[in-house]
């Protein structure tokens, strides 16, 4: 068989199709050991910190790129295998009715698909996108006592900052105001530039003057309760994005029932000897994970004081 039309044939679809349905089934298991810190008390320092490895280690951002490549290939792989499908169903039937051996997931997997897929899309414009591009996203900071009896915050420096602490006047950015005063008060000998909107760098000498990070853990709890002003965040709101994460993951474990056990079927492994505890897994993995992704929103929204 020639090359294109290996690629372009059905079966070689459903092996691109088992074979990124079961990358992606990997990166939710690394995602929700990720997110699952959310649920420890008083975490949110190494949140952050976890926040930071993951934007910023070269390793894991080449497989964030193979993720993101997964999920469109996942997805226009479905959708085309799915208008091949019923293109070629005979037409004509006065009544369809479903098999006995087919599952509502099996009947409805685009279906469900195209909502994970609206979800992932939305998902990301909510944190991912806020994390990499928003000059508004917050940096993690202490509040603290100046002595005279006021509180002060402090955004605080990363391990590998010069500075463990940088005073900003009250706010969580640091913003062109408080560059602007820091180059009047040292006279010029600190002219500083913001890099990535975490890093201030000394233009006079290249010297990096402060490394802080972003605060993801403050975004995320703000997005779910609706308590952060900052980000435009409406009363209740909180509660309805709730809801919808909840259905969302509910969508994936219906997605996952049907789509674990067919990748392994797809690829051909398929023996009596281990098809019940491939099943078996599949069922396991289609309803743990997603009930313990749907767990941090309630958890945050319900009981995180």
């Not at 219906?254 to 000897?273: E, M, R, V, Y």
């Not at 491939?278 to 941090?296: D, H, N, Q, R, S």
Request: proline residues 4%; positive net charge; aromatic residues 14%.
């Amino acid at each position: 068989m020639a090359k294109s039309a290996l690629l372009k044939s059905s079966l070689a679809k459903k092996y691109w199709m088992a074979l990124t349905g079961l990358f992606l089934c990997l990166f939710l298991t690394g995602h929700l050991a990720g997110n699952l810190q959310l649920l420890v008390p008083n975490n949110a320092l190494n949140f952050n910190k976890y926040a930071l490895f993951m934007t910023t280690n070269p390793a894991v951002k080449l497989l964030s790129y193979l993720t993101y490549i997964s999920i469109l290939f996942h997805a226009i792989d479905g959708f085309i295998l799915t208008y091949q499908n019923v293109k070629a169903r005979p037409i004509g039937y006065a009544k369809n009715t479903p098999s006995k051996n087919s599952s509502f997931s099996s009947r409805n997997m685009a279906v469900l698909g195209t909502i994970i897929l609206v979800f992932i899309i939305t998902h990301m414009v909510n944190f991912w996108a806020k994390m990499h591009f928003d000059r508004n996203m917050p940096l993690v900071a202490k509040t603290t006592d100046n002595g005279m009896g006021q509180k002060q915050i402090q955004l605080v420096g990363t391990k590998d900052s010069p500075i463990p602490f940088l005073n900003t006047n009250g706010e969580y950015v640091i913003s062109e105001n408080f560059i602007k005063t820091v180059k009047e008060q040292t006279q010029g000998k600190y002219d500083l530039q913001l890099v990535n909107n975490t890093t201030l760098v000394n233009k006079v000498d290249g010297e990096i003057v402060f490394e802080g990070y972003k605060d993801l853990y403050k975004i995320t709890i703000a997005f779910f309760k609706s308590e952060a002003k900052f980000m435009g965040v409406i009363p209740k709101e909180g509660l309805v994005f709730t809801i919808l994460y909840v259905l969302a993951m509910a969508t994936l474990a219906f997605h996952l029932l049907h789509g674990f056990k067919s990748a392994f079927q797809s690829l051909g492994i398929n023996n009596p000897k281990y098809n019940s505890a491939i099943k078996g897994f599949g069922t396991f993995f289609a309803i743990v994970v997603p009930v313990l992704f749907a767990v941090i929103p309630v958890y945050i929204h319900f009981f995180l004081k």
